[in-house]
């Protein structure tokens, strides 16, 4: 009774998925990219002056040269800490994120049995040049 319930359950998301899906008509959508460079060619540079019109110019070069907002981690400690502590979140403790993930991760036995900490390892390899979306992240699910 259960297996039959589950599979009508199945069997409803597919034919709608597939009934939307349908519905969706991607030939109507045409880009002109003739007017596409004309709206380039028209548009006009903006600038915004963050600091106001009285503002200091040493203070304007400064900000100007300010790194990037977050700590730099390095992925590959990330990475090192993920394969041999991922199931306690010590890479999560290392890229900065709270107290209460890191016991998440250990109260959920590695996090859901170890699925989320490969999950983070497969997320940290795919993204290795750039991991600062994983920085300071405070999401149980940091993908």
Sequence with gaps: MLIMKRTLTVLMVLALTFGFASQANAS???LDN???DVMFAQAEEVQFDLLGENSDPAMASAMAFAPPR?????????????????????????LGTKTMTGIGYILTCGGIFGIVPLVDFIMLI??????????????????
């Excluded at 700590?71 to 993920?82: G, M, N, Y």
């Excluded at 795919?126 to 993908?143: E, G, R, T």
């Design 126 to 143: 795919v993204n290795f040049d750039d991991i600062s979306d994983y920085v300071d992240n405070p999401a149980f699910f940091m993908w």
């Design 28 to 30: 109507r959508y045409k």
């Design 70 to 94: 977050g700590k730099q981690k390095d992925p590959v400690v990330a990475l090192l800490l993920d394969f041999f502590f991922g199931g306690l979140g010590v890479h999560r403790f290392y």
């Design 34 to 36: 003739q007017k596409v």
